[in-house]
């Protein structure tokens, strides 16, 4: 469990120095990394998940890399995506709702090095990161989210193509599939491509919302309960978490069966949505000739609770809101791979320019995960990562950790002398917190010192 920051750091100025790339010498490949709203690890076929209906991107999963054990390092869209845009985490970027995303971060970010290596850039969907730059960003981009003054289905079914009002997630694969088209063999192309789905209309009475292309799936299907989801597990938090917004939003999506098991399926149908548009976008680069020369990159933002512990969204610093879907699908080297190390989201701005033979930034804190596509593993070393959502917010309680293989330690910043601890080997549910536990007292301090050491250095490195 020791540090490993200060090596991550070493290794990089080592790459940067010999200026090497397992991928110099190729021709530089198009680029999409599809990202998706709240769409938990196993909501995804390939994972074992046996009802969900994903078979584009289990596709992927099975033609490229699986990363089994991929996590965001912030639970929360805002500062999520900032991580994945700048390739560090929230404790240095500093960036939250609230904020504006910091200037010199912006120009370190993955869209603006790809734009200075002569890509021909687009953004498309949900940004999600306030930054008035935007617009400079991407040769083409077009920022948008559910539109928060309908208090109904309005609020994903605003946009339109020829006239025709569409689902956002439609909508999204159209823009990526003209942008596709209109693409040369000039210069190499970077797309990145946000859908607003799953996440819930959070103002609706009904919190999911989907195209009839998806109306018919999991009409006959019974959602299992959540595990966890009795009400000792929800009595065994503290109170403002029992308090706040992650029991409130129970109470919108999972507190009566009928409404637990409307949610699921309005859930995994976006997901499915989604997925049906993955399989639209992957034929038009056929059909143009571009699908041997282009690396897919797919991620989620955060994961979800689905009632349990009787919560719901995400925030809190278990594996049911840290950990995500991670695929990686390079068709110059074909072949699967499942990886076990951890991969996380502020490794995605270091991937996409490895796989671009750029220059990886000296500050990013991530690490390219490019080579696991041709039989490597550069994340075999990572041992642990910090875990944190820092926005201070009365109806979230700030919370901090550090997971590593084997063990979870978190805290609430408002409230130090509550701990949690818990044996990941054996207790992968975190189901009996062992902080209080005396023959567990060893560990607990050196997680806490561990953690708190590498805050230091994180904190160290923010620009002023």
């Given at each position: 469990m020791e540090n490993n920051l200060s090596l991550q750091k070493l290794l990089f100025c080592l790459f940067i120095l010999m200026g090497s790339s397992a991928f110099a010498q190729q021709d530089r490949p198009n680029i999409i990394f599809i990202l998706t709203d709240d769409q938990r690890w196993d909501a995804l076929g390939f994972s074992g998940n046996t009802i969900i209906q994903t078979p584009e991107m289990d596709k992927l999963a099975s033609q490229g890399v699986y990363f089994k054990n991929a996590f965001v390092t912030t639970p929360i869209c805002a500062a999520s995506r900032a991580s994945v845009l700048t390739g560090l985490y929230e404790r240095t970027h500093g960036y939250t709702f609230g904020q504006v995303l910091n200037e010199g971060y912006a120009q370190n970010s993955y869209p603006a090095q790809l734009k200075k290596?002569?890509?021909?850039?687009?953004?498309?969907?949900?940004?999600?990161?306030?930054?008035?730059?935007?617009?400079?960003?991407?040769?083409?981009?077009?920022?948008?989210?559910?539109?928060?003054?309908?208090?109904?289905?309005?609020?994903?079914?605003?946009?339109?193509?020829?006239?025709?009002?569409?689902?956002?997630t439609k909508y999204t694969s159209y823009q990526a599939q003209e942008f596709i088209k209109n693409q040369t063999t000039d210069k190499p192309f970077m797309l990145s491509l946000s859908f607003s789905a799953p996440h819930a209309h959070d103002p609706?009475?009904?919190?999911?919302?989907?195209?009839?292309?998806?109306?018919?799936?999991?009409?006959?299907?019974?959602?299992?309960?959540p595990l966890l989801?009795?009400?000792?597990?929800?009595?065994?938090?503290?109170?403002?978490?029992?308090?706040?917004?992650?029991?409130?939003?129970?109470?919108?999506?999972?507190?009566?069966?009928?409404?637990?098991?409307?949610?699921?399926?309005?859930?995994?149908?976006?997901?499915s949505e989604v997925d049906l548009e993955i399989g639209k976008i992957r034929k038009t680069l056929a059909e143009i000739g571009m699908d041997k020369n282009t690396v897919i990159i797919f991620m989620g933002d955060n994961g979800y609770f689905q009632g349990e512990r009787q919560l719901a969204g995400k925030w809190l610093m278990y594996d049911n809101s840290l950990r995500v879907p991670m695929i990686i699908y390079?068709?110059?080297?074909?072949?699967?791979?499942?990886?076990?190390?951890?991969?996380?989201?502020?490794?995605?701005?270091?991937?996409?320019?490895?796989?671009?033979?750029?220059?990886?930034?000296e500050e990013y804190q991530g690490i390219s995960l490019a080579d696991y596509v041709i039989g490597h593993n550069p994340a075999i070393d990572r041992t642990d990562f910090v875990a944190e959502h820092l926005w201070e917010v009365t109806i979230i309680p700030a919370s901090e950790g550090l997971r590593t293989k084997e063990w979870k330690y978190f805290r609430y910043q408002d409230d130090m002398d509550w701990e949690e601890l818990y044996d990941l080997k054996n207790d992968p549910l975190e189901i009996k917190n062992l902080a209080g536990t005396p023959r567990f007292s060893q560990i607990l301090t050196e997680m806490r010192e561990v953690f708190e050491r590498q805050v230091r250095e994180l904190e160290a490195e923010k620009i002023d």
């Amino acid at each position: 469990m020791e540090n490993n920051l200060s090596l991550q750091k070493l290794l990089f100025c080592l790459f940067i120095l010999m200026g090497s790339s397992a991928f110099a010498q190729q021709d530089r490949p198009n680029i999409i990394f599809i990202l998706t709203d709240d769409q938990r690890w196993d909501a995804l076929g390939f994972s074992g998940n046996t009802i969900i209906q994903t078979p584009e991107m289990d596709k992927l999963a099975s033609q490229g890399v699986y990363f089994k054990n991929a996590f965001v390092t912030t639970p929360i869209c805002a500062a999520s995506r900032a991580s994945v845009l700048t390739g560090l985490y929230e404790r240095t970027h500093g960036y939250t709702f609230g904020q504006v995303l910091n200037e010199g971060y912006a120009q370190n970010s993955y869209p603006a090095q790809l734009k200075k290596l002569g890509y021909e850039t687009g953004f498309f969907g949900k940004f999600g990161v306030n930054y008035p730059g935007f617009e400079a960003l991407f040769d083409q981009g077009d920022s948008y989210d559910r539109d928060v003054k309908y208090p109904d289905r309005r609020g994903y079914f605003y946009k339109t193509i020829n006239g025709d009002s569409v689902h956002l997630t439609k909508y999204t694969s159209y823009q990526a599939q003209e942008f596709i088209k209109n693409q040369t063999t000039d210069k190499p192309f970077m797309l990145s491509l946000s859908f607003s789905a799953p996440h819930a209309h959070d103002p609706a009475a009904d919190q999911y919302f989907w195209s009839e292309d998806v109306d018919h799936l999991y009409s006959d299907i019974k959602f299992p309960k959540p595990l966890l989801g009795k009400e000792k597990h929800f009595e065994q938090q503290p109170e403002y978490v029992k308090t706040g917004e992650n029991r409130t939003r129970w109470y919108w999506r999972y507190d009566t069966s009928e409404k637990y098991q409307q949610s699921m399926k309005g859930y995994y149908r976006m997901i499915s949505e989604v997925d049906l548009e993955i399989g639209k976008i992957r034929k038009t680069l056929a059909e143009i000739g571009m699908d041997k020369n282009t690396v897919i990159i797919f991620m989620g933002d955060n994961g979800y609770f689905q009632g349990e512990r009787q919560l719901a969204g995400k925030w809190l610093m278990y594996d049911n809101s840290l950990r995500v879907p991670m695929i990686i699908y390079d068709p110059r080297h074909p072949g699967h791979r499942t990886i076990s190390d951890f991969a996380l989201n502020i490794d995605i701005a270091p991937t996409i320019l490895e796989f671009a033979n750029g220059l990886i930034p000296e500050e990013y804190q991530g690490i390219s995960l490019a080579d696991y596509v041709i039989g490597h593993n550069p994340a075999i070393d990572r041992t642990d990562f910090v875990a944190e959502h820092l926005w201070e917010v009365t109806i979230i309680p700030a919370s901090e950790g550090l997971r590593t293989k084997e063990w979870k330690y978190f805290r609430y910043q408002d409230d130090m002398d509550w701990e949690e601890l818990y044996d990941l080997k054996n207790d992968p549910l975190e189901i009996k917190n062992l902080a209080g536990t005396p023959r567990f007292s060893q560990i607990l301090t050196e997680m806490r010192e561990v953690f708190e050491r590498q805050v230091r250095e994180l904190e160290a490195e923010k620009i002023d």
